[in-house]
């Protein structure tokens, strides 16, 4: 029998709150849109993508609450993490802004391999957008992230997208042996390899030069 996922990876969301991190998660993983309650602390769900050379990944996603208080729990989430995505609202300027907080809280507390990419949502808001595509590109350039997209958590679009190109970039990490598969310290694991405490259901339960894709 073939094996569901050849590696799980550990992929964190850091953005403001309500910029519907919580609602790119249960789109990707359940296929539906919702307007989720504010999270608290963070939380976890997972979904398995197809990536490069018909490998399969198993993303651990970790949904972390945007308020300032609950910023030293999401923190402590950053560390072994292999990949991030960085959301922000289109239709809200200041979100924008307060990535480069989030950004930094990666780099200081992160793996220098960690994959990365920004993520504008709410884009079928186009009449009410305040941060234009190319601005939020030429800051990914900026700050050295690899790509950009912007999504709706509402319609679906380019969700997926989203999370396979950070799986894909996990994955050429993996090929290149950025990671020691057998090592404790970092959010990657091979199926049947231990280390890492990971945990493996579908459950969404609490804890305590680039490139550019828009849908408008």
């Known amino acids: 029998m073939s094996q569901p996922w050849d590696y799980i990876a550990k992929v964190i969301c850091l953005g403001d709150s309500g910029t519907g991190k919580s609602s790119l998660t249960v789109r990707l993983c359940e296929g539906r849109f919702s307007k989720t309650d504010v999270t608290i602390g963070v939380d976890l769900d997972s979904r398995v993508v197809n990536v490069d050379d018909g490998k399969k990944i198993k993303l651990q996603i970790w949904d972390t609450a945007g308020q300032e208080q609950y910023r030293s729990v999401t923190n402590s989430y950053i560390r072994n993490a292999a990949g991030a995505l960085l959301v922000y609202d289109i239709t809200r300027k200041e979100t924008l802004s307060h990535v480069q907080q989030w950004l930094s809280d990666l ?38 992230i690899k790509f950009h997209v912007e999504t709706s958590a509402k319609t679906g679009a380019f969700v997926e997208k989203a999370f396979v190109d950070v799986a894909n970039e996990i994955y050429r990490n993996i090929r290149d ?11 990657v694991r091979a199926n049947g390899q231990t280390g890492v405490r990971l945990k493996f259901d579908n459950r969404r339960t609490t804890q305590g030069p680039s490139e550019s894709t828009c849908c408008s």
């Open 177 to 187: 042996g950025a990671y020691d598969l057998r090592a404790k310290g970092n959010g």
């Open 107 to 144: 780099r200081n507390l992160g793996e220098p391999q960690i994959s990365i990419i920004l993520v504008g949502n709410k884009c079928d808001l186009s009449e009410q957008r305040q941060v234009e595509a190319a601005e939020a590109q030429a800051w990914a350039e900026e700050n050295g």
